[in-house]
């Protein structure tokens, strides 16, 4: 089979000219006569690369040169213990917007370290939209507000504007599944992390992007993998890194920038989510799940009006090269996650099968 | 520059069959129409790829049944603290060998969990060879004794036949630059622990082997990524594990078991160290600097007898596509890195121009 369109919730889909570049160096990085996978990590090749790899990404987000930009191991499930153990000091208070799986994990975890507050969940409705707060919902003592601005699962999202009004408190936020697909202020953040398997490159790696100030709380005794602080005065170079998932994470970056940067993609992801969700709306045949002002740009839940035909959707759709639709468990019926490095193409080859099921199938 | 001879300490050389693999296979996996990057961790496919890597690497190692074997993140460091704090729970109490700056952190991160004892060091001639112990030495109430079987600094390591005699007592091994040089038992140890970048593949994964009856022992109050029990729980997919450094150990495994296995690249290991280091104690110009009973097969330290050259050695060595030669600032001179990927045509080529340099340095 030729290349499919993969429609995976994550590990996902990566533009074809980054793998064909990775592919091309595999052996010889630029005549330096060796793979990326094999450079010393304290090599001045390889340093060259880690440091134009954060460039880029502080040049596309616009990062503060107050805040410091980490690349570590452990995925976000790691930070769901690092940021209470690190910021959860003060007055080991935390407050947590429950918009879904992820965001449940992460108030679980921080329970151990102080008091994770749930403040507001969308639970009671199987996280299908993102729940309204208002300033005073927050304690003036949290030492943050922890929110994810994208349910993978659930396909809701914050908008840039419309984050939470949380005053002056901190807001750190679980941007792992749309990080660089539109414009958010970094500075309306303590802390950013994500894990790069959806939107920056493969598993393996996570950004943390944070603000100077919030580093250097954690006790002690902690693990010291687990210190922000140590990642930060050692460059991100305390141990070993997962040298070639960020040397990816730069491809995918210099791809991003070549579109015109994350102002260009995030209009392109708009067009792309919408025609996918005009087609829903007027198919009579199929109905997305979150509600519509929250919903996704990069993932599209969605059932048939007759659930009976599900799984025959997923499986012939699967044979027709439109692979990964299955939703999840806890929505059941189908899910196109359609990140950044979705083509157009696959948009449209996926609404005119969904035409052809629906045809065939009324 | 065509490919260089890379001396690196790690991360270092790979085969370049394996390089070749995986630049061939990085848009399509095997007729997926994927990469390997871009697969759900969930999805067949890449259960295959986990499995069978995990299976290649239990025949390599013939690994016990009653072994559990995981992939984790943060390298031999966050190891550094998941080991005491699964494992230092009965006594509070672990007893260290330290003959590397390794053991030493390994040791240093412990303390922070309980009564961490060195029970031997060679610091006080560089770690230049590995202390002998007598049973006697350990602490019969030691809920472990932590060992780092190669050196990768010093040169030195532990032969798998020179093991400390612990008694019933179970032993813990960083094994993170010997692994799969040759044949060690795994039945010797309780958990051993390597993180990939110098035998194995990429940075960014961590292989852990532990005896199933170690697991379930931590705290419920330690951050859930450091908890042995969830990762075996889950088949190391209680997050998305680094997939494709995953496959890349799974294709540098298959080159070994295709080479004849672990005894096999032993004795070629054994051949290419020992051809390096008759070279070295014959030349009268240089000299190794571990001591003779105890050199490492991986990493090869020596010093010329004029000081004064080592610089222009490794300037002019680089030149000649011989690299990553520079010593480590703690021993000084150079350094030869020659895992089980280095061929044997590297180490002529070095021999050579090790001959040339002195010649005309003499």
């Known amino acids: 089979m030729d290349r499919i369109y993969n429609f995976s919730a994550g590990p996902s889909v990566l533009p074809v000219s980054v793998l064909e570049t990775a592919s091309k160096e595999m052996l010889n990085y630029k005549g330096y006569g060796l793979s990326v996978m094999e450079m010393s990590h304290r090599s001045t090749v390889f340093e060259e690369i880690i440091s134009s790899t954060e460039n880029s990404l502080r040049k596309l987000m616009q990062i503060p040169d107050n805040y410091k930009v980490l ?3 452990g995925g976000a499930s790691l930070q769901f213990s690092m940021v209470p153990l690190n910021l959860m ?11 879904g799986n992820w965001a449940n994990k992460a108030q679980q975890e921080a329970v151990k370290f102080g008091d994770a507050k749930i403040v507001a969940s969308s639970k009671d409705k199987t996280y299908s939209y993102i729940p309204v707060t208002k300033k005073s919902d927050f304690r003036k003592t949290a030492d943050y507000v922890h929110i994810c601005t994208n349910n993978t699962i659930y396909g809701t999202y914050i908008k840039p504007n419309d984050l939470p009004d949380v005053g002056d408190l901190d807001l750190v936020a679980d941007m792992s599944s749309n990080i660089l697909s539109e414009e958010y202020n970094v500075n309306d953040f303590a802390l950013i992390y994500a894990g790069a398997q959806k939107n920056m490159g493969p598993a393996g790696v996570t ?6 100030d919030l580093i250097g709380q954690a006790p002690d005794n902690i693990p010291n993998y687990l210190d922000y602080k140590i990642h930060a005065d050692a460059g991100s170079m305390f ?3 997962p040298c070639y998932s960020i040397y990816m994470c730069g491809l995918v ?13 995030g209009e392109i992801n708009k067009e792309k989510a919408q025609k996918l969700y005009d087609y829903i709306d ?3 045949f199929y109905k997305g799940t979150a509600r519509k002002e929250d919903r996704s740009l990069m993932n599209v839940p969605f059932v048939c009006e007759n659930q009976e035909l599900e799984a025959q959707f997923v499986e012939e759709a699967e044979k027709e090269g439109l692979q990964n639709l299955k939703g999840h468990r806890s929505v059941g019926g189908m899910r196109a996650s359609i ?8 948009i449209d080859a996926l609404i005119k099968f969904m035409q052809d099921f629906a045809k065939r199938n009324k």
């Open 282 to 284: 007027n198919s009579g």
């Open 253 to 265: 970056y210099q791809w991003i920038d070549k579109l015109g940067g994350v102002k260009a993609i």
């Open 207 to 212: 950004v943390v992007i944070m603000r100077e």
């Open 239 to 241: 141990n070993t890194p």
């Open 339 to 346: 990140y950044n490095a979705m083509p157009t193409e696959g």
């Open 71 to 73: 690349f570590l191991q």
């Open 89 to 99: 000091q003060k007055n080991k208070q935390a407050d947590f917007l429950i918009t």
